[in-house]
């Protein structure tokens, strides 16, 4: 099992920034890709972004590229999402995912995560 908890989360004015975090325990060797997604209310959990444990290959969805950068520290076992020039549409839980997949394209599916945090609460005020 690998557990994922997130941090980072709270309220910041259009334009702010702000860092999540996610912190991974577990047989953490046993997943090669992680993700950060979101839900706001009422709608489905989208994707944000991925990154591999592997190498620094990154791709984001294109409501946030430009803005947000996912990054992780292998020594840590900690991936990061920096999120700047935020909008009062990034509101939303933000979610870390793990994957057990080893794929050479991206995975941007709920479906492709194995593992999931617990989310934690971004608002931000227009």
């Known amino acids: 099992q690998v557990q994922l908890v997130e941090s980072g989360g709270g309220l910041v004015q259009a334009g702010g920034s702000l860092r999540l975090s996610c912190a991974a325990s577990g047989r953490t060797f046993s997943t090669s890709i992680m993700g950060w997604f979101r839900q706001a209310p009422g709608k489905e959990r989208e994707f944000v972004a991925t990154?591999?444990?592997?190498?620094?290959?990154?791709y984001y969805a294109d409501s946030v590229k430009g803005r947000f950068t996912i990054s992780r520290d292998n020594a840590k076992n900690t991936v990061y999402l920096q999120m700047n020039s935020l909008k009062s549409e990034d509101t939303a839980v933000y979610y870390c995912?793990?994957?057990?997949?080893?794929?050479?394209?991206?995975?941007?599916?709920?479906?492709?995560?194995?593992?999931w945090g617990q989310g934690t609460q971004v608002t931000v005020s227009s």
């Open positions: 990154i591999r444990w592997s190498g620094r290959s990154t």
């Open positions: 995912a793990a994957s057990r997949t080893v794929s050479l394209d991206f995975i941007t599916g709920v479906s492709g995560y194995d593992y």
